[in-house]
């Protein structure tokens, strides 16, 4: 199978990586699971059709916390971030994490300051499923905040010129508003 022709999710130990694969090939995207440090020279020399970047229990301002592959930010591909993802994204491209004063799990209302990229065709406020301890506190150069939560001033985050994007909570996990930032995920895919 030709990488470019396919969804890469890298794993970065979430509970809800399957369910994210699964979300992605519903809606007709070939996707596969991968390490994250596994597979990095093959990826860059032949990368996917786009990127997701999973949650998962570790902070990343841990000692040994999972890290990125700086290269496969700079493939020119699609790159979203989901909750680990995203803090691992800001914080390698020059933006700043840190411990949230809250934590938050479960149920948030997100609030859609930027609905065009991925809340194309979304409600202007979602119900959706968080669950960290850390937060982006400062965005990295180029990025725009694209939605907050009355918690988290900064839950989705986007960088349209180079389509990468960040968002805090799990669309995977928040039912069918989830599913529909997910399809503007893929629609990007596939825009040259």
Not at 16 to 30: D, N, P
Not at 150 to 177: L, M, N, T, W
Request: charged share 20%; net charge negative; aromatic share 6%.
């Amino acid at each position: 199978m030709d990488m470019r022709e396919m969804v890469a999710v890298l794993d970065f130990g979430s509970q809800y990586s399957q369910l994210i694969a699964r979300c992605v090939r519903r809606l007709g995207v070939y996707c596969e699971i991968l390490p994250p440090g596994a597979g990095s020279d093959e990826l860059v020399e032949r990368p996917p059709k786009a990127l997701i970047l999973s949650g998962g229990p570790a902070s990343v301002l841990g000692t040994g916390a999972p890290s990125l592959d700086a290269r496969l930010v700079n493939l020119g591909i699609p790159v979203l971030g989901i909750c680990y993802g995203m803090q691992l994204l800001a914080k390698s491209m020059g933006g700043e994490v840190r411990r949230s004063d809250m934590r938050e799990y479960g149920p948030a209302i997100l609030y859609v300051d930027d609905a065009g990229d991925l809340f194309a065709d979304c409600d202007a406020d979602l119900d959706v499923w968080m669950s960290h301890g850390d937060r982006v506190s400062a965005l990295p150069p180029g990025f725009r905040v694209l939605a907050h939560t009355d918690d988290c001033p900064i839950a989705a985050v986007g960088c349209s010129d180079r389509k990468i994007y960040g968002v805090q909570f799990h669309p995977e996990k928040s039912g069918p508003r989830g599913l529909a930032m997910l399809t503007n995920f893929c629609r990007l895919c596939n825009q040259d």
